[in-house]
């Protein structure tokens, strides 16, 4: 029972009680009862009142409010029955007392007001579908039904979720459907699998058991691969590999044609499997192979032709030594059997000549087909031919001879220098050898290691070569150093062999030179003088070199054999850039001394065209106001269907062609004019440097653009395509 009371009117106040009668599964009764209560007064008044159950009221009752003077007394005034349906929650109805005095005594209205609780229905757990039936309507879609068990309200359905099994799988949930579903149809199957689902209801209460199918299958999968054996005369062995776990058989038929087909056996079994066929006829037949299940059939698979017993033809040498090979070297060779029967290899035969001679037969039992021939301990010409045995009462047909030669590597003598660790005290180094090989030297190379090993000069030498000098114009060994030669050869037999030696330099070295830098900047040279030094107890200098070096490493040798006091001349030095004199003197032993030089031809904002094969043309402009270059790797675009891919972006397939341009606009005075007009006309292919350091060959075009005052300002441009750049001819 729910109660409560209301607000007080001087001595007196409405009360209310609720509570639920009788309880049915669906509804219950509920009563509500309004009460007028004094409190510790005497009353005797003329009242009314209701009893208000869910909004539904009693009426007014009218009654006569009275108590004794000090008493505390309750009066029923009306009672409310109402029947109230229960639903899946709980919830609250209200229930109200209405009290009202209007004798003219302590009158006033009081109103009581109380929640009852309606509980929800109590559902039991529903009852578990049954005759749940799964049936294929194709590779892609199925269909599921089932009965409806809901027994009465308290086990009704709310829902009812169906759950699906691919192959051996968990079951997943594939559908949730309303409690009146009965069937359902899924369309996310696929051939060659089996399915089964299962279903059940809920409601409040919870779940129902699961109610499930049998198994339904899809088309089975062709077979992964067959294959067929000659086992006799007319004997076929014929094996497949399943693709399908779920195919109830398979079916083999054979054909002598490729056309028309025969059946030969339902093999029962679904797995991997083999039809032994005794009764093969005369003559090729091919075999095809397919999967069945419930009626379902996969696509058929084939196997090759196979014939009855013929002779094997010549084995395939599939793989083969080296055509020559070193004294001692194990040949291996592999082939493989041509059996057009298709009979499996019992042995293989083959046949061995050394140098022509009489041939030994060496008989392989089994089907191995690989041998490793290693009984020649001399140099020596080899033969061997093979051929196979199978089925054919006789060995077929003989393979082409592998032939290759056993031959000795060539030995390399190195006589200079002398032994390793020889000290080198004078240059040229001198290396000389000798080669021993009966077939003859193809080819030598001899290279240059320093200590850590790396090569420093690689050279290509004549088969005839005996002896080589590492003279400073060939490598500048460094004194005071470790190095290796290696030497290689190449005998006539194709081998090759190495021979090594190390040495170490220790030579005296002539006086370190003194150098000048002078700048001509009417043509934009640079010129080197060098100047011998001399010291009691080291060699003279007997002629001097100088190279320029640009930081990029590039080196030209811009004099050899200079004299003491000599200049060397560089016509095309970069423009306002720093670079490198090396300046090398030699004594006659040939042991050398260097020193750099730093160096920098500053002509600010002008353009230098040289012209000649020495480049001693040269013009000059002091103002050039724009510089371009630009360069193309040619090729061929391609754009293919990529289906969005790459976005539709094209391909491109370089030609290894390039090529390259160069622009520029100058502007100078008359004399500049006429100076450039002249150099680019009489010979346009030049050597242009702009102020940025940079250096090009170009085959030059030039205009000129020139303004109306006096004295005339031409803005003349210069315009090429780069060409392989060569440096000045030195003399």
């Known amino acids: 029972m729910a109660s409560a009371t209301g607000n007080t009117v001087q001595h007196w106040r409405a009360k209310v009680n609720a509570y639920i009668s009788a309880t049915a599964d669906t509804q219950v009764t509920i009563v ?20 208000i159950a869910n909004g539904s009221s009693s009426g007014m009752q009218v009654f006569n409010a009275s108590s004794s003077t000090g008493q505390t007394r309750e009066i029923k005034v009306a009672t409310k029955t109402i029947t109230v349906t229960r639903g899946d929650v709980d919830r609250n109805i209200t229930c109200t007392a209405n009290v009202q005095v209007t004798g003219g005594y302590h009158n006033g209205t009081s109103a009581a007001n109380v929640n009852l609780t309606i509980p929800a229905i109590a559902y039991q757990t529903p009852s578990a579908p049954s005759n749940v039936s799964a049936s294929r309507n194709s590779d892609t879609q199925a269909s599921v039904s089932w009965n409806n068990n809901p027994s009465g309200i308290l086990k009704k359905y709310a829902g009812v979720f169906v759950e699906r099994q691919v192959d051996n799988g968990s079951f997943a949930q594939v559908a949730a459907l309303d409690g009146a579903a009965s069937n359902y149809v899924d369309n996310g199957i696929e051939a060659h699998h089996r399915y089964a689902y299962r279903v059940r209801a809920k409601n409040n209460a919870g779940y129902s058991a699961y109610a499930a199918s049998e198994y339904i299958y899809t088309t089975p999968a062709e077979p992964v691969s067959v294959a067929v054996v000659k086992r006799g005369a007319n004997v076929v062995e014929v094996k497949w590999e399943a693709g399908s776990a779920y195919a109830e058989a398979h079916e083999v038929e054979r054909s002598r044609d490729g056309v028309s087909w025969d059946d030969v056996t339902t093999e029962g079994s679904g797995l991997d499997g083999s039809y032994v066929d005794d009764g093969t006829p005369a003559g090729g037949v091919v075999y095809r192979v397919r999967a069945r299940r419930d009626g379902l059939y996969s696509g058929w698979v084939k196997t090759g032709w196979v014939t009855t017993v013929v002779a094997p033809d ?8 080296a055509s020559v090979l070193e004294t001692g070297s194990v040949a291996h060779l592999v082939w493989s059997a041509n059996h057009p029967d298709g009979s499996e290899v019992s042995s293989s035969q083959l ?9 030994q037969t060496v008989i392989i039992e089994g089907a191995a087909t690989e041998y490793d021939y290693s009984q020649t301990a001399s140099p020596a010409t080899v033969s061997i031919r093979i051929r196979t045995h199978g089925l054919y009462d006789g060995w077929g047909a003989w393979s082409g001879a592998v032939v290759f030669t056993l031959a000795d590597v060539p030995q390399i003598l190195i006589s200079l220098p002398a032994s390793d660790g020889a000290v080198i005290d004078a240059l040229p180094c001198q290396v000389a050898w000798e080669v021993v090989d009966a077939t003859g030297v193809a080819a030598q190379s001899i290279e240059l290691l320093d200590r850590a090993g790396t090569v420093v000069y690689r050279s290509a030498l004549a088969p005839d ?10 490598y500048m060994l460094q004194n005071n150093a470790e190095y290796t030669v290696r030497l290689t050869a190449i005998g006539g037999s194709s081998l090759s062999g190495k021979s090594e030696r190390s040495f170490r330099t220790e030579y005296e070295q002539p006086v370190v030179p003194t150098a000048s830098i002078s700048y001509k900047e009417e043509d934009a040279s640079a010129s080197v003088q060098v100047f011998f030094g001399s010291e009691e107890g080291k060699p003279q200098a007997e002629y001097a070199s100088v190279a320029r070096i640009l930081p990029n490493g590039d080196r030209w040798l811009v004099a050899d054999r200079l004299g003491n006091g000599e200049f060397a001349r560089d ?22 001394t260097a020193i750099g030089l730093d160096a920098m031809l500053v002509l600010p ?16 402009t002091r103002r ?23 976005d539709g972006l094209p391909e491109f397939y370089p030609s290894g062609n390039k090529t390259a341009s160069v622009a520029a606009t100058v502007v100078c005075d008359q004399l500049q004019h006429d100076a450039l007009m002249s150099v680019v006309r009489s010979q346009p292919v030049c050597w242009i440097r702009d102020p940025l350091g940079n250096r090009e060959r170009v085959h030059l075009s030039i205009s000129d653009d020139v303004s109306a005052g006096y004295p005339p300002v031409h803005s003349v441009g210069l315009e090429g395509d780069v060409l392989v750049f060569r440096e000045a001819n030195n003399g």
């Open 605 to 620: 904002g002008t353009f230098a065209v040289n012209a000649g094969a020495d480049a001693s043309r040269c013009a000059l």
């Open 314 to 321: 010549a084995p395939t040498v599939v793989s083969r030594p």
């Open 571 to 592: 016509p095309l030095p970069p423009l306002n850039q720093g670079f490198t004199y090396l300046v090398t003197v030699y004594a006659l032993s040939g042991a050398a």
């Open 624 to 646: 050039a106001t724009s510089l371009s270059r630009s360069s193309k790797l040619e090729g061929t675009l391609f754009t293919f269907a990529d289906g969005g891919e790459n």
């Open 32 to 51: 509500c009862e309004a009460y007028w209560c004094s409190i510790g007064w005497g009353y005797d008044v003329a009242a009314r009142g209701e009893a």
């Open 465 to 474: 070569s005996r002896e080589f000098a590492f003279a400073p114009s060939v």
């Open 351 to 359: 046949e061995i000549a050394v140098d022509g001679g009489a041939a």
